[in-house]
């Protein structure tokens, strides 16, 4: 049950939702997946991004209100996967301030795109301005065709 869905976001409600989040013993028997897993597959879904192909790169396009470029972080694994990650931490109360309702999200965000195979992982850059992070991967250029190789033909 998430109690968020009723209003319910403070601290005492967030820690029960964790402890109800927390598989027993039966279901890891069952084969269910890690706490890891469902952690990073909740970060994947909570950062949405839009995609485009242009004629020489690609560009992914992701919503980041709120975050400076320290806390945004932007990596290429093994040759062809994008990883775009990072974390929106809560901010400190101040004395005598208490919060009436808490919507943003906070936590960590993390998203994986595999790029295609004319995608020049050599060639990225990233860049966040008014809370949309851009990342841009150049294309790499398109093979030559290879021309038709002449052979002699020589008489008997």
């Known amino acids: 049950?998430?109690?968020?869905?009723?209003?319910?976001?403070?601290?005492?409600?967030?820690?029960?939702?964790?402890?109800?989040?927390?598989?027993?013993?039966?279901?890891?028997?069952?084969?269910?997946?890690?706490r890891a897993y469902v952690r990073d597959a909740k970060a994947m879904a909570a950062t949405p991004a839009d995609i485009r192909e242009d004629p020489k790169s690609y560009v992914f396009i992701i919503d980041m209100p709120g975050l400076k470029s320290g806390d945004i972080k932007?990596?290429?694994?093994?040759?062809?996967?994008?990883?775009?990650?990072?974390?929106?931490?809560?901010?400190?109360?101040?004395?005598?301030?208490?919060?009436?309702?808490?919507?943003?999200?906070?936590?960590?965000?993390?998203?994986?795109?595999?790029?295609?195979?004319?995608?020049?992982?050599?060639?990225v850059s990233a860049m966040c301005q008014d809370g949309v992070l851009t990342v841009t991967v150049q294309k790499l250029p398109p093979p030559e065709p290879k021309k038709p190789k002449t052979i002699e033909v020589k008489i008997a």
Do not use: C, W
């Open 1 to 34: 049950m998430d109690f968020r869905i009723m209003g319910l976001d403070a601290p005492l409600f967030q820690a029960i939702q964790h402890m109800m989040d927390l598989p027993d013993d039966a279901e890891k028997a069952a084969g269910a997946p890690s």
């Open 74 to 123: 932007v990596q290429v694994e093994d040759d062809n996967v994008l990883l775009v990650s990072g974390e929106r931490k809560r901010e400190e109360e101040k004395e005598g301030a208490k919060y009436v309702r808490m919507e943003r999200r906070v936590g960590k965000f993390m998203r994986k795109f595999v790029l295609p195979e004319n995608a020049n992982t050599d060639a």
